[in-house]
């Protein structure tokens, strides 16, 4: 499987990245640092799950959500944010994400997530 990490603090992305390998081996997995570089990625490699930071420079989760899917449908994506308000979960599921899970993730989260999706 193919997997995208998204989120401008390289902490995040390194901590999504080993809590990830923590349950999937031989995976490919891909990093952006904002929302514009996902969208290429996701055109490019079609992931087929897209871990999405909502607060990011140049294009947010949020305005690159939709277009994440317009490029690649099958996508799934796993918003992980800070942003914990009713108001922004409602927002990305409406988006069309599948869900928003909060950060920081850990190994158990991870598995949490996996089994879900």
Request: glycine share 2%.
């Amino acid at each position: 499987m193919k997997y995208l990490v998204t989120d401008d603090s390289k902490l995040a992305r390194l901590s999504l990245v080993k809590s990830l390998k923590t349950h999937v081996q031989d995976a490919e997995i891909f990093q952006a640092t904002n929302g514009a570089e996902a969208v290429e990625i996701v055109k490019e490699h079609k992931p087929d799950i897209v871990f999405l930071d909502l607060t990011m420079p140049v294009m947010d989760g949020y305005e690159a959500l939709p277009k994440i899917l317009e490029a690649y449908p099958n996508a799934k994506i796993v918003v992980i944010s800070a942003d914990i308000q009713e108001k922004a979960k409602e927002k990305v599921i409406a988006l069309g994400a599948q869900l928003h899970v909060q950060k920081p993730i850990n190994a158990d989260k991870m598995q949490d997530i996996l089994d879900i999706l």
